[in-house]
């Protein structure tokens, strides 16, 4: 099935660093969505754009929509330990069959050091 | 407090048997999907459901089936066609985007996700 282009696939970085990850695709979305799955949990929302172009702030995460719709990045300021674990993007679209799907990302592993 | 329910959180099935999955939601979502998510993995989507007594196949949808006889409820059961069982399953809820101008609706909420072992 088809999945998001999600980079980067893990990231090893220092206490209070900035970081960075985005998410592409062939396709135009109408929504994206970012969530953060700690270790054996489900997937929680982060934040959730619904306008190209859109920059969104959740503390210290910051997400936009790309004007071209078929892009994301997501931003994380001064990282702290509990920052750990993995990201994922997701897109919602409809299809010409006039369902909707939603694609997901392969996640992005995030592990911060002390 | 709404939100999904996914039961058990640990099993542990024997080769050759079935199981289900239960997944409930209070959230009044209208489409309930369910994935699977392999160690270090995405998410793979098995079956989905728009809409009560319908449902879709999804990527990988051999070896598992479902049914939605309720719009709260959304089963799968594991038989033992599917070679690989081994995996942490996630039920997941929405609005339909469909019947809402609500940007809000867009959103897929989880559950905490139930993790099968083939022994």
């Known amino acids: 099935g088809q999945q998001l282009n999600q980079s980067p696939q893990s990231m090893f970085i220092q206490e209070g660093e900035d970081v960075s990850m985005n998410c592409t695709s062939s396709s135009i979305f109408n929504t994206w969505l970012w969530y953060k799955q700690d270790p054996g949990e489900g997937p929680v929302l982060l934040i959730a754009l619904y306008k190209a172009g859109e920059l969104t702030s959740n503390g210290r995460l910051t997400a936009q929509f790309g004007i071209t719709r078929k892009d994301s990045f997501l931003n994380i300021s001064a990282s702290i330990p509990s920052d750990v674990g993995i990201y994922f993007c997701a897109g919602q679209k409809f299809s010409t069959s006039g369902t909707y799907k939603y694609i997901f990302g392969t996640g992005t592993r995030l592990k911060v050091l002390a | 407090d709404g939100g999904i329910t996914q039961s058990p959180k640990y099993l542990f099935r024997k080769e050759g048997q079935n199981v289900t999955l239960s997944c409930e939601q209070n959230l009044n979502h209208d489409a309930m999907y369910w994935y699977r998510q392999d160690p270090g993995q995405g998410l793979r989507l098995i079956y989905y459901?728009?809409?009560?007594?319908?449902?879709q196949k999804g990527d990988i949808a051999e070896g598992y089936s479902v049914s939605r006889e309720k719009k709260e409820s959304f089963p799968l059961t594991v038989t033992s066609a599917q070679k690989n069982p081994t995996a942490f399953y996630l039920c997941?809820?929405?609005?339909?985007?469909?019947?809402?101008?609500?940007?809000?609706?867009?959103?897929?909420?989880f559950g905490a996700g139930s993790r099968l072992t083939v022994l």
């Open positions: 997941a809820s929405s609005i339909d985007p469909r019947r809402t101008k609500s940007s809000g609706a867009n959103v897929l909420t």
């Open positions: 459901s728009q809409i009560v007594n319908d449902f």
